[in-house]
């Protein structure tokens, strides 16, 4: 075997090994990958009790409770299929509102409520910087709605 032949064999074996890696790494972390779990995946998988996920949807209309001292929150978050409540103690974001799109992190409780540690409000995926579409326009490049 030449020395050419046997570099190109072990530069093979260096790759194979390298993917086998990257494809253990990828199976170990496949639940933690996903960005949050609509309520209805979150009802339907198996997870551990009081492991940290975060649940995405939004905010059920009339679910909005605020508790008394001013802090404690209580909501559902749905993906118009199924619905999960959520508890949060904190300060919402100025998007939160029913209706809109929320994505909370925290655990599952064993009573099936959602214990939130921090929720984030999402806005519309339509919304675009004003400063960025008014570059648009002036390029001619701009196919979107007018803005006032």
Known sequence: MTRKRRRLYMVGVGMLM?????????????????????????QAKELALERRVRLGGLVEEGSVIRGSDGVTVEFRVTDLRNSVPVTYSGILPDLFREGQGVVAE????????FEASEVLAKHDETYMPPEVADALKESGQWKGATLP
């Open 18 to 42: 390298l993917a086998a890696a990257a494809a253990l790494v990828l199976t170990a972390f496949e639940d933690s990958l996903v960005f949050f779990y609509s309520p209805t995946e979150l």
């Open 106 to 113: 925290g655990i599952l409780r064993a009573d099936g409520t």
